[in-house]
């Protein structure tokens, strides 16, 4: 069997990978760098920053109560973006490797659809190339949403590829979206001194979680001076002598916002165009490519489409297992990946992560729920963390006491939310957390007393 998979991206290359272990002859296509957006200028780099601003800001605002005195503590910007490119190209070289030790065959090129078991690669120097194969996985991602906005592409307006690699550090900067990517780096940059505003055109930040945790959240942004305005739309952009004047409209009116650079980061769009899935009769909808969400099936028999590029969760876990579920259905074996709990997570200070429904989304779905909620100052390893503010809620089908979801705010939210995520993927009751044992001291224990918190028995609690 020849698959062809088109774009080295965490859907891509995993979905490559799995095929060749399964025993399939497979050539990867890749217009720029393995890796995708999730190495190169994705998950990756921003983590990278993200580090060093938690230890940046710990230092410089609680350093002294930790009893660490730093003294003419400074930021290097350059050496920072030395260590994020190198770790970058570690784990490129590392797929690289994979790729080679897997026999699979990797050609730099844009793929190109001319018939449903023909696809041509145009390499960067020209050349064309045909390959004839069985199956197709595309992978092809996506890229940042553009908004009709006047004099949006003014010098100083960014996307979030080039606010990771600012040749220096701004004054100011206007970050236009305040989801997962926009708080993410108003974080990093008010950690490095940077006057951040936010502008967000819903009611709150990062609307797909449970606003118990988000609060917090704002809550760290506010004591930050981040400023916040949310309900409130960018109406124009324009070039001033100090940077650029954003125009927006508030519930109170119209307002101007000074700032260097503005950065937009309201949500990516799957890449579809130029690839030739109309003329084979790839079935797009609503600007992504269907998929039959079982087998990541297209609508031609023998084109699979997995990762950002079919719209649904833009993930870089969900690619991989999109791209292990479409190889498994390629070579014909039993799905070993399970969609039932994914979690995720948003590495600001503090970190947000959530699994399953949140209390909201649980009652607007008609379940009768039972929350319980934890404050980490009552939790001891959080305060011996200096990280006492944040939260870990459940919520419960009251009727089964079935773990419908759990949403935490605070610090190694996103590693610890996999304890909740294999809970919901075990149909697992609040129960069976509690009668866990978790260690001492550790976060975790937080989680439990949230569990016993559902039945009102949280020990730490009054
Ligand atoms: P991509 O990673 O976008 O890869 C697609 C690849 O296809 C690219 O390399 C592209 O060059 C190639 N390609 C496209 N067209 C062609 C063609 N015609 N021929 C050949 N090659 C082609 N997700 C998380 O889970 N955790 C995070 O912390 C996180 N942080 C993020 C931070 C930022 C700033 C951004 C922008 C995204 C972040 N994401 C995060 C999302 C994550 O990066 C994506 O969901 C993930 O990369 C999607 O994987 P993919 O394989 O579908 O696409």
Not at 147 to 175: D, F, M, Y
Not at 203 to 208: A, V
Not at 245 to 268: A, C, D, F, Y
Request: aromatic share 4%; glycine share 10%; hydrophobic share 40%.
């Amino acid at each position: 069997m020849k698959v062809v998979v088109i774009g080295g991206g965490p859907g891509g290359y995993v979905s490559a990978i799995r095929l060749a272990q399964l025993g399939a002859e497979v050539v990867l296509i890749e217009k720029n760098k393995i890796g995708g957006t999730c190495l190169n200028v994705g998950c990756i780099p921003t983590k990278v920053l993200l580090h060093t601003a938690e230890i940046f800001r710990t230092m410089k605002k609680e350093g002294e109560e930790l009893g660490v005195k730093a003294e003419n503590l400074k930021l290097d910007w350059q050496t920072l973006q030395d260590r994020k490119i190198n770790i970058v190209n570690q784990l490129v070289e590392g797929i690289e490797t994979l790729i080679k030790s897997n026999m699979i065959k990797k050609i730099i090129g844009t793929g190109k659809f001319i018939g449903k078991n023909k696809i041509q690669v145009t390499s960067p120097d020209g050349r064309i190339e045909t390959i004839v194969f069985d199956k197709a996985v595309i992978a092809t991602g996506s890229r940042p949403k553009k908004v009709p906005i006047p004099r949006i592409n003014e010098h100083g307006v960014i996307t979030s590829t080039e606010a990771l690699q600012l040749e220096s550090i701004p004054k100011s900067i206007c970050i236009i979206g305040g989801g997962v990517i926009g708080c993410e780096f108003a974080s990093i940059y008010r950690a490095f001194g940077v006057d951040v505003t936010i502008v967000e055109a819903l009611p709150d930040l990062i609307g797909t979680m449970d606003i118990d945790i988000v609060n917090v959240l704002k809550e760290q942004f506010t004591e930050d001076e981040i400023s916040i305005h949310v309900n409130t739309k960018v109406e124009a952009i324009k070039a001033s002598e100090d940077g650029l004047i954003i125009q927006v409209s508030t519930p109170n009116g119209k307002e101007e916002i000074q700032s260097e650079k503005v950065l937009l980061s309201i949500g990516r769009t799957p890449i579809v165009e130029d690839i030739g899935l109309e003329e084979i009769g790839v079935k797009i909808e609503k600007g992504a490519i269907t998929v039959d969400r079982r087998t990541m099936q297209t609508s031609v028999e023998n084109i699979y489409a997995v990762g950002d590029c079919n719209g649904g969760i833009l993930l870089a876990h969900v690619a991989s297992s999109e791209g292990v579920l479409a190889a498994e259905s390629i070579m014909g074996k039993k799905p070993s990946v399970n969609f039932k709990a994914i979690p995720s997570g948003v590495y600001t200070k503090p970190e947000l992560a959530s699994v399953g429904l949140n209390e909201l989304e649980a009652k607007t779905k008609g379940y009768q729920v039972k929350v319980g909620v934890f404050p980490l100052y009552a939790n001891g390893k959080s305060l011996i963390m200096g990280e006492e503010k944040g939260v870990v809620k459940f919520v419960v089908d009251s009727q089964t006491d079935e773990i419908l979801g759990m949403h935490m705010a605070g610090p190694r939210a996103t590693d610890l939310i996999v304890e909740g995520a294999l809970a919901l993927r075990l149909e697992a009751t609040i129960d069976e957390i509690i009668s866990t044992i978790h260690g001492h001291p550790t976060i975790g224990e937080a989680l439990h007393e949230a569990a016993h918190a559902v039945h009102s028995t949280a020990i730490h609690l009054p």
